[in-house]
C-alpha cells in the first residue's frame, strides 16, 4: 500500500536515529514534496553514513544515505533517506521492505508500526525439546544395546556352567550364577517395555519413527526364551548326560545369540544416527 502524500505545509513525521526516539518536525512550503520518514537503529537499516553529501548526491538540499539490509541496497522509490540535521531519516516506506506493518491515521497524525515477529524465544523452546527427545533417544538406544549385550552374557555364563557340569566341580554354584543371570536379563526387559513404549510414542507426535525398538525388543524376547530352553537342555544333561540333551541345550543357545545379534546390531546403528543428530544440531 502506498503511503497517502501530505497536504503542503504539513509536517513531517520522523523517528529519530536512536532508541524510540520520536520528534515532530515541520518542514516550510518552499518544500516540492512532503514525506513520512522513520529512523531506525543503526544497526538494524543502515550500514553507516557518510558526511560528504558528493558520495550518494543530495536531495533538496540534504546529503542522501544508502539504506541497507543484510549488506543489500534497498531501493528508492521516490524520497531518499537523508541526513537532516545531524539525524539521519529513513522513509517509512523502506520498513515496509523489512516486513514491517506500517499504518498511517490522518486523522491523529501517527504512524503505528509493527515489526515482523522472529519468534526466536519460541523457536529456541521448540529446538531444546527437540534437542531433549534426540537424547532421550540416544539414552535408549544404549540400554538396548546393553541389554544386547546381558543376553550375550547368558551363553557364556551357560558354557561355563557345562564346564562345571563336565568338570564335575562347583555345578550347583554355576547353575545358580547362569539362572540369576537369566532371571536378571528379563527383569531388565520387562521394565524397559513401558519405557521404550513412551519414548515411541513421543517421538511420534514429532514425526520420528523409532518403532525398531519394539522390533529390537521382541527380538531380544525371542532370544530370552531360546535361552530358557536352552537353560532346561542344560540342566537335562546335568541329569543324564545324553548327547540329545546337549544338542538341545546348544542349539537354542545358538538360535538365542542369533535372534539376538542382528537386532543389537540395528540398535548400535540407530544410537549413532540419533547422536549424529545431537552433533549436529
Same mark, same amino acid.
Given at each position: 500500500?502506498?503511503?497517502? *502524500?501530505? *497536504?503542503?505545509?504539513?509536517?513531517?513525521?520522523?523517528?529519530?536515529?536512536?532508541?524510540?526516539?520520536?520528534?515532530?518536525?515541520? *518542514?516550510?512550503?518552499?518544500?516540492?514534496?512532503?514525506?513520512?520518514?522513520?529512523?531506525?537503529?543503526?544497526?538494524?537499516?543502515?550500514? &553507516?553514513?557518510?558526511?560528504?553529501?558528493?558520495?550518494?548526491?543530495?536531495?533538496?538540499?540534504?546529503?542522501? /544515505?544508502?539504506?541497507?539490509?543484510?549488506?543489500?541496497?534497498?531501493?528508492?522509490?521516490?524520497?531518499?533517506?537523508? !541526513?537532516?540535521?545531524?539525524?539521519?531519516?529513513?522513509?517509512?516506506?523502506?520498513?515496509?521492505?523489512?516486513?514491517?506493518? /506500517?499504518?498511517?491515521?490522518?486523522?491523529?497524525?501517527?504512524?503505528?508500526?509493527?515489526?515482523?515477529?522472529?519468534?526466536?524465544?519460541?523457536?529456541?523452546?521448540?529446538?531444546?525439546?527437540?534437542?531433549?527427545?534426540?537424547?532421550?533417544?540416544?539414552?535408549?538406544?544404549?540400554?538396548?544395546?546393553?541389554? &544386547?549385550?546381558?543376553?550375550?552374557?547368558?551363553?557364556?555364563? @551357560?558354557?561355563?556352567?557345562?564346564?562345571?557340569?563336565?568338570?564335575?566341580? #562347583? /555345578?550347583?554354584?554355576?547353575?545358580?550364577?547362569?539362572?540369576?543371570?537369566?532371571?536378571?536379563?528379563?527383569?531388565?526387559?520387562?521394565?524397559?517395555?513401558?519405557?521404550?513404549?513412551?519414548?515411541?510414542?513421543?517421538?511420534?507426535?514429532?514425526?520420528?519413527?523409532?518403532?525398531?525398538?519394539?522390533?529390537?525388543?521382541?527380538?531380544?524376547?525371542?532370544? !530370552?526364551?531360546?535361552?530358557?530352553?536352552?537353560?532346561?537342555?542344560?540342566?537335562? =544333561?546335568?541329569?543324564?548326560? *545324553?548327547?540329545?540333551?546337549?544338542?538341545?541345550?546348544?542349539?537354542?543357545? #545358538?538360535?538365542?545369540?542369533?535372534?539376538?545379534? /542382528?537386532?543389537?546390531?540395528?540398535?548400535?546403528? #540407530?544410537?549413532?544416527? =540419533? @547422536?549424529?543428530?545431537?552433533?549436529? @544440531?
Amino acid at each position: 500500500m502506498k503511503f497517502p *502524500r501530505m *497536504r503542503q505545509n504539513s509536517p513531517l513525521m520522523v523517528l529519530e536515529l536512536g532508541y524510540n526516539s520520536l520528534s515532530m518536525l515541520t *518542514r516550510g512550503s518552499k518544500m516540492k514534496k512532503k514525506v513520512i520518514a522513520l529512523a531506525c537503529t543503526v544497526g538494524l537499516l543502515f550500514s &553507516g553514513v557518510v558526511g560528504a553529501s558528493s558520495i550518494n548526491g543530495e536531495f533538496n538540499g540534504n546529503p542522501i /544515505v544508502k539504506v541497507k539490509s543484510n549488506g543489500q541496497v534497498l531501493p528508492v522509490e521516490d524520497t531518499p533517506a537523508v !541526513i537532516y540535521e545531524g539525524r539521519t531519516l529513513v522513509p517509512i516506506y523502506m520498513l515496509r521492505q523489512l516486513g514491517a506493518e /506500517v499504518n498511517w491515521d490522518q486523522d491523529t497524525y501517527s504512524v503505528d508500526v509493527k515489526l515482523p515477529s522472529t519468534n526466536t524465544s519460541s523457536s529456541n523452546q521448540n529446538d531444546i525439546k527437540l534437542l531433549k527427545l534426540y537424547s532421550k533417544i540416544v539414552d535408549q538406544y544404549k540400554s538396548l544395546t546393553v541389554l &544386547g549385550d546381558m543376553l550375550s552374557d547368558i551363553g557364556q555364563a @551357560f558354557s561355563n556352567t557345562y564346564d562345571a557340569i563336565s568338570n564335575n566341580y #562347583k /555345578v550347583s554354584e554355576s547353575f545358580t550364577e547362569a539362572n540369576n543371570h537369566l532371571n536378571t536379563v528379563i527383569e531388565t526387559y520387562n521394565a524397559m517395555i513401558p519405557v521404550v513404549e513412551n519414548i515411541i510414542n513421543e517421538s511420534n507426535s514429532k514425526n520420528l519413527n523409532v518403532y525398531d525398538m519394539r522390533t529390537i525388543l521382541n527380538d531380544y524376547n525371542k532370544s !530370552i526364551d531360546y535361552y530358557k530352553e536352552s537353560y532346561k537342555g542344560l540342566e537335562k =544333561y546335568n541329569t543324564t548326560k *545324553r548327547e540329545a540333551d546337549f544338542y538341545d541345550y546348544l542349539n537354542n543357545s #545358538k538360535k538365542a545369540f542369533d535372534s539376538m545379534v /542382528v537386532s543389537r546390531t540395528n540398535t548400535i546403528s #540407530k544410537y549413532y544416527e =540419533y @547422536f549424529n543428530k545431537i552433533q549436529d @544440531f
